[in-house]
């Protein structure tokens, strides 16, 4: 056995956490918001980041970790740079997938559906409400593009700095944007490798749900 593989088995706590998937309700987003506050209430570390994988046809799939900000109206609701990789590739291909991992809960989130940028208000009241060094930073910072050294950024910001001396208006390539789910599935682990998994799926507006095998 590999080094590599005896570390893992040391650290690897068997999954005996779980609880049945079966009464987790008829509704995702309730059920979403359910498993949400546990994960924060247990106190799992940045409970509200997760994976966001985009693709685009040149450059294949791409995963990166992205905060969720709110869930309004059941839309999932994240911020970022439009101009960037990520920013880039959902303008094209709004197809996404978001996954949370809580580990102290042993459970996986997944949700995918297509994501559409927020109104200007909301992305305006959002901005606003962040500390005036993440609004400078949201303008200095020409997320994904090549930097030839930090102290570029740091002039940028600076600069912005100096340009802004009171509010800091929200940057015209950075704001939101809000999932639509069509499909969310919820993982809990169980013991001897039995994990449960249950999946909604939407059909003309219909939620229909059903177990998959682990
Ligand atoms: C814990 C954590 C939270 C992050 N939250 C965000 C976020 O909310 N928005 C964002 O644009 N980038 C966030 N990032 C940075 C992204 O992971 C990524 O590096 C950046 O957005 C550039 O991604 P891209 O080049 O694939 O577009 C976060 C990173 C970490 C580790």
Known sequence: MSEWLKKYRENHADFDKGESLTDLGTNPFAAFSRWFDEAVQNGEVEANAFVLSTSSSDEGVSSRIVYLKEMKDERFVFYTN???QKGRQ?????????LFFW?????????????EKVSEEVSDAYFA???????LGAWASQQSEALTDRHELIAR????????????????HW????????????????????????AYV??????QSKLLNP
């Open 82 to 84: 439009y101009l960037s």
């Open 202 to 207: 939407r059909h003309q507006n219909q939620w």
């Open 175 to 198: 704001g939101g944007f809000a999932l639509d789910a069509q499909y969310l599935e919820f993982w809990q682990g169980q013991p001897s490798r039995l994990h449960e998994r249950r």
């Open 90 to 98: 959902m303008a094209a291909h709004p197809h996404v997938s978001m």
């Open 157 to 172: 910001f600076e600069a912005y700095d100096a340009q802004f001396p009171a509010i800091v208006p929200r940057p015209p």
């Open 103 to 115: 580990p102290g809960l042993q459970r996986q989130l997944r949700i995918e559906g297509t994501v």
């Open 129 to 135: 409400s962040r500390p005036r060094e993440s609004q």
